[in-house]
Each structure stands twice: as structure tokens, then as C-alpha cells.
């Protein structure tokens, strides 16, 4: 079981469930919407995970505390002032039942993480669909570092990024596609889906290796026109 819970103005919690296992959360930015999901689904929650130090990410983490305060909380050592539970680093990761890999994807803030849990990827604000995350506290060297780590996941990996900025960023793509068949294509899917009020998400790599330009980009410097770019786009 894959669940978005929109969040803020365009978040998305997410939350996996395997059968006969307990619910895993990713990100908290706020607890509402995650609240009543799980009483209407009678959810028992085993792990919240956070991918960063960003309020947008964290903001609902004092409140989640309150009403679940037996949960571990794993993130990276950005988060530490938050109340983690675990400090974690990349490396393999045993979490409710789960084997949980975590992914050093620093350059959107320096130690921002992703998580990956049967082929679904969680990346927080490191990778979108048809984009990337900006760069902050982290660097240009990490981010391009980051996306090449993805690009080496198998291409039926279930991408599932903290943010509904596909329309946006399609736009952009758009604009420096070599291609823009594929990009076109998906943009008249995600209009449609997001005229129904429906996510973009999850998306696949396989897709993204196709429409995002950043994970094109095969050199760093390459990356850093495009991000700049599309921090002014």
C-alpha cells in the first residue's frame, strides 16, 4: 500500500504499508491530513522517517510526538534539535519489520537523505518529477552527486518525491529538452490528473530518465546551468 496525503499547500506525506506490517510515515509537515488517514484506515504506525531539516518537512513533528509518542523517529544529524529517535547515515537500516537503505542526497540542505524500501524511493526534496530540488545549505557537487546515485536505481524504482511541482517543472523542461515528445506527453497526463485534483505522483525512473533534465545532464557543469536556470525559470 503506496499513500500521498497532500499537505500545506503542496506537499505530500507519504506513507508504505506492506501486508501484515505496520505503516511507515516519511516526512511530517503537518498532522491533520496523516491523523486521519490513519484513524479511518485503522493504521498502526511503525517508523516516521525524515528526509530533512526543512519546516515544510518537520513542521507537524512536535504534534506527531503527542499522538503517537512510542514511534521511532529516524533522520539525519540536521534533525537532531527535532527529537529524532536515531541519528542515521547512508547505510542499510532494519526499521519496523522493513529493510530500509538510506541514501546520503545532500545538496538541497547538506545532509538531506533519501530512503529506498522495496524499490519505492522516498527523496524528499532531492529529486521531483521533471526536476530537482534547489540548492540551499547544500552544494551544486552534492546535488549532481545525488542525482547520479539515483540514475543508478533500477528504472522500475517508484519514485516519490515531497512535492507537487510537476506541472512547473515540466514547463521548464519543456524550454531545454532535446526531446520534447516525452515531456509534452506527460505534461497532457498531468494536466488532466491535476484537473481531476489528482497527484503526478509517484512517478518512475525509468520515466524520469526520460523527461527530467537534471538527471540528464551528464556533467556537472551542465547541471549547475540548468539548476540556475530554473531557479530564475
Not at 506525506?13 to 491530513?33: A, C, F, Q, S, T
Not at 529493510?99 to 538541497?108: F, I, K, P, R
Not at 545549505?137 to 519514485?159: A, C, E, R, W
Request: charged residues 20%.
Amino acid at each position: 500500500m503506496l499513500i500521498s496525503i497532500p499537505a500545506l499547500n503542496d506537499n505530500y506525506i507519504w506513507l508504505y504499508k506492506r501486508e501484515n506490517l505496520p505503516v511507515i510515515v516519511i516526512d511530517i509537515p503537518e498532522i491533520l491530513g496523516l491523523s486521519q488517514v490513519v484513524q479511518q484506515q485503522n493504521l498502526e504506525i511503525g517508523a516516521l522517517l525524515i528526509t530533512h531539516n526543512h519546516q515544510d518537512h518537520v513542521g507537524g513533528l512536535a504534534e506527531f510526538k503527542q499522538l503517537y509518542p512510542h514511534v521511532e523517529i529516524y533522520g539525519p544529524d540536521e534533525c537532531a534539535d527535532q527529537g529524532l529517535t536515531q541519528i542515521v547515515e547512508e547505510g542499510k537500516l532494519s526499521v519496523a519489520g522493513y529493510e530500509v537503505e538510506v541514501l546520503a542526497t545532500g545538496g538541497h540542505t547538506a545532509q538531506h537523505i533519501s530512503f529506498l524500501v522495496d524499490g519505492h524511493l522516498f527523496c524528499g526534496d532531492a529529486l521531483f518529477s521533471a526536476g530537482c530540488g534547489r540548492v540551499f545549505t547544500g552544494n551544486y557537487v552534492q546535488m549532481f552527486s545525488s542525482l547520479q546515485k539515483f540514475k543508478s536505481l533500477p528504472d522500475d524504482t517508484i519514485i516519490c518525491p515531497a512535492h507537487e511541482y510537476t506541472l512547473s517543472n515540466l514547463a521548464f523542461a519543456l524550454t531545454v529538452a532535446k526531446d520534447k515528445s516525452a515531456v509534452e506527453n506527460q505534461l497532457e497526463k498531468v494536466k488532466k490528473l491535476r484537473a481531476e485534483n489528482k497527484p503526478s505522483l509517484p512517478t518512475t525512473l525509468g520515466l524520469e530518465k526520460q523527461i527530467n533534465p537534471f538527471l540528464q545532464a551528464d556533467s556537472l557543469d551542465l547541471f549547475i546551468e540548468l539548476r540556475k536556470a530554473k531557479d530564475l525559470f
